[in-house]
């Protein structure tokens, strides 16, 4: 049987990092995609009913980050980096990364309450959703500055992360699928065409996290 790794009590990667991640200097967010199961979805979906705001689900993340790093694609390694400080200057949510034939990209995700809207009634962005951007837009505008220190390695005062550029694209969580309409998801398209950041409620999250932990455990099951 192959064996699989598992994540405590829905709690964060134990063990070692795989093999080919042990002189990597950002081996401790390295996230193990596989390792996600249809218990973590279902308590992240109880995380997204009981919160308060964005700490609790900021909170619970931080243990199970392989939700987050479904929002990627690279086979090579994946990571998933929570409160990056940028500097001294700003602090991101999670910093998440893969890396490819090509080498490595990063998405900088800023979270949101799920319980706010991303739309006003008269279809402007709400607060919440402003602020979010500006946040991205603080970021990249450090990064404009400071590219060379966050792409240098950590052992030389980098931040280690190779290959980042200033225009990082990004990922806004925020809300619930059942305060969007039609136009919403054709503003949310257009901020994406525009500025390169991805909008999606946490269902997003939800969805992907439910479609792999089906795939891989229909996967390690024929290996039984």
């Given amino acids: 049987m192959r064996s699989m790794r598992t994540y405590g009590s829905v709690g964060a990667l134990g063990g070692q990092p795989p093999r080919a991640t042990r002189h990597d200097e950002l081996r401790d967010f ?5 390792d996600i199961s249809p218990p973590h979805v279902r308590a992240f979906n109880r995380c997204l009913d009981s919160a308060t705001g964005e700490r609790e689900v900021q909170a619970f993340l931080e243990k199970n980050p392989m939700l987050l790093a479904h929002h990627l694609g690279g086979g090579h390694g994946r990571w998933v980096i929570p409160q990056q400080s940028l500097g001294g200057a700003h602090v ?35 607060k919440h959703l402003n602020h979010a951007i500006r946040q ?53 398209r257009q901020i994406k065409t525009d500025s390169n950041i991805a909008v999606h409620t946490y269902d997003y999250l ?18 039984e």
């Fill in 30 to 34: 390295h996230v193990w995609w596989m």
């Fill in 92 to 126: 991101t949510d999670f910093i998440i990364g893969d890396e490819h034939s090509d080498g490595r990209d990063w998405v900088a995700v800023e979270l949101e309450s799920p319980l706010v809207r991303l739309y006003s009634k008269n279809g402007d962005p709400s």
């Fill in 136 to 188: 991205i837009h603080d970021w990249r505008a450090w990064l404009k500055l400071n590219q060379n220190m966050a792409s240098r390695s950590r052992n030389e005062g980098g931040l280690g992360l190779i290959d980042i550029g200033p225009e990082v694209p990004a990922l806004i969580l925020i809300g619930r699928r059942d305060k969007l309409d039609h136009e919403t998801k054709l503003r949310r």
């Fill in 206 to 223: 939800l969805d992907i996290g439910e479609r792999f932990a089906d795939f891989w455990h229909t996967v390690f099951k024929k290996d």
